[in-house]
């Protein structure tokens, strides 16, 4: 993987953020990633069942998808990998893909089933 100079003048220049300031950024930012087959976005659908930040703000997050034969499943992680690189400082990202538990729509938040008309 090459290295992005540009982001890293970039991080250099904002002030250091503190841990729960950086997990709401990577929250924010999840919240731009939709589902391909549902049209709601990864976090509120229940799709990422954790994230974890290190001290030297590396970040790994578990997520699974609404279905194991998912048609997106090679890809979609890297794809969730590089938006997540995308916020401020965060120094490495890192998806693992889980099925355990399996995604259940109880796993979604309020604002996902309203929008789906669950509610």
Do not use: H
Not at 53 to 62: F, Y
Request: charged share 25%; proline share 8%; hydrophobic share 40%.
């Amino acid at each position: 993987m090459a290295y992005d100079w540009k982001k890293l003048f970039e991080q250099q220049q904002q002030p250091e953020v503190s841990y729960d300031e950086l997990k709401a950024r990577i929250i924010e930012i999840l919240r731009t990633v939709y589902d391909p087959e549902i049209p709601v976005n990864i976090y509120d659908l229940g799709l990422v069942y954790g994230i974890d930040i290190d001290a030297e703000r590396n970040v790994q997050i578990r997520m699974t998808l609404t279905a194991p034969n998912c048609p997106v499943a090679q890809s979609f992680p890297q794809a969730v990998q590089e938006t997540v690189m995308c916020v401020p400082g965060v120094k490495e990202a890192k998806v693992e893909l889980v099925w355990e538990p399996p995604w259940t729509r109880e796993q979604m938040t309020e604002a996902a089933k309203l929008q789906l008309g669950l509610l």
